[in-house]
């Protein structure tokens, strides 16, 4: 059974504006950990966010937010007033088990990713 | 302080030929994560070790695969008699273990082609 799930291949946003990247993920762990990273064509892993099953809040970086809604058991990602620079692949992953409230570091599981694009 | 190291970053085999990957993990951390990226997928974990130790290797090949980390020099994941299906994106991650820091650095990947 597929453990994380990103419905949308690909998606377009005009600059600007903000843009939801979903994901849903599968787990009967309690304890857990949601990423997001960021791969632009020039290959490298990016990481953006992360969130602790834990957690009560929702995680935000700058212009990154996660929507956590753990009885959905889902992990959207929302960028802010999208930049040309946001064209890249997305990608949801999640880790299970351990002390992940409180770190630690386990293997990760990820989606197939989601195909970003801005628009000037 | 020097992020995780990968090299080479572009390696191109012939079928049958071996392959030798690199990854030098950041100051100060000890655990290495291998994951491979096959085309338009996403990244699929390989193995994970410790120092002289392979914790899980449940995403390792049975066949041609190994990987080790040893006391002193990088981790190295090596694949033997390699196919054209071995194409693909092998990306080496580290991590400190730490309680407080729970992300997994990512190297810049290797790209492996095999013609």
């Given at each position: 059974a597929q453990k994380i799930t990103q419905t949308q291949p690909g998606m377009f946003v005009q600059e600007k504006e903000a843009v939801t990247l979903d994901c849903t993920y599968d787990t009967s762990d309690q304890s857990y950990g949601l990423f997001w990273y960021k791969q632009p064509s020039s290959g490298e892993m990016i990481f953006l966010i992360y969130q602790g099953s834990y957690d009560e809040q929702n995680a935000t970086e700058g212009r990154y937010s996660l929507n956590f809604q753990k009885a959905r058991k889902s992990a959207n990602l929302v960028i802010s007033?999208?930049?040309?620079?946001?064209?890249a692949m997305y990608f949801c992953a999640m880790s299970e088990g351990g002390a992940y409230h409180q770190g630690g570091s386990e293997k990760l599981v990820f989606g197939k990713g989601t195909k970003l694009t801005v628009n000037p | 302080n020097a992020g995780v190291m990968q090299n080479p970053r572009h390696l191109v085999r012939r079928r049958g030929q071996e392959a030798r990957l690199r990854c030098s993990p950041m100051k100060g951390h000890s655990h290495v994560y291998w994951y491979r990226q096959l085309p338009e997928e996403g990244l699929k974990f390989m193995v994970y070790l410790q120092k002289e130790n392979i914790?899980?290797?449940?995403?390792?090949?049975?066949?041609?695969f190994s990987a080790e980390f040893p006391k002193e020099g990088p981790s190295i994941l090596r694949i033997q008699?390699?196919?054209?299906?071995?194409s693909a994106a092998y990306f080496c991650a580290s991590s400190p273990r730490n309680p407080l820091e729970w992300e997994q650095y990512f190297g810049p990947g290797t790209r492996l082609t095999v013609t």
């Amino acid at each position: 059974a597929q453990k994380i799930t990103q419905t949308q291949p690909g998606m377009f946003v005009q600059e600007k504006e903000a843009v939801t990247l979903d994901c849903t993920y599968d787990t009967s762990d309690q304890s857990y950990g949601l990423f997001w990273y960021k791969q632009p064509s020039s290959g490298e892993m990016i990481f953006l966010i992360y969130q602790g099953s834990y957690d009560e809040q929702n995680a935000t970086e700058g212009r990154y937010s996660l929507n956590f809604q753990k009885a959905r058991k889902s992990a959207n990602l929302v960028i802010s007033a999208s930049q040309l620079g946001d064209s890249a692949m997305y990608f949801c992953a999640m880790s299970e088990g351990g002390a992940y409230h409180q770190g630690g570091s386990e293997k990760l599981v990820f989606g197939k990713g989601t195909k970003l694009t801005v628009n000037p | 302080n020097a992020g995780v190291m990968q090299n080479p970053r572009h390696l191109v085999r012939r079928r049958g030929q071996e392959a030798r990957l690199r990854c030098s993990p950041m100051k100060g951390h000890s655990h290495v994560y291998w994951y491979r990226q096959l085309p338009e997928e996403g990244l699929k974990f390989m193995v994970y070790l410790q120092k002289e130790n392979i914790i899980d290797e449940s995403g390792m090949p049975k066949e041609r695969f190994s990987a080790e980390f040893p006391k002193e020099g990088p981790s190295i994941l090596r694949i033997q008699q390699v196919v054209r299906g071995d194409s693909a994106a092998y990306f080496c991650a580290s991590s400190p273990r730490n309680p407080l820091e729970w992300e997994q650095y990512f190297g810049p990947g290797t790209r492996l082609t095999v013609t």
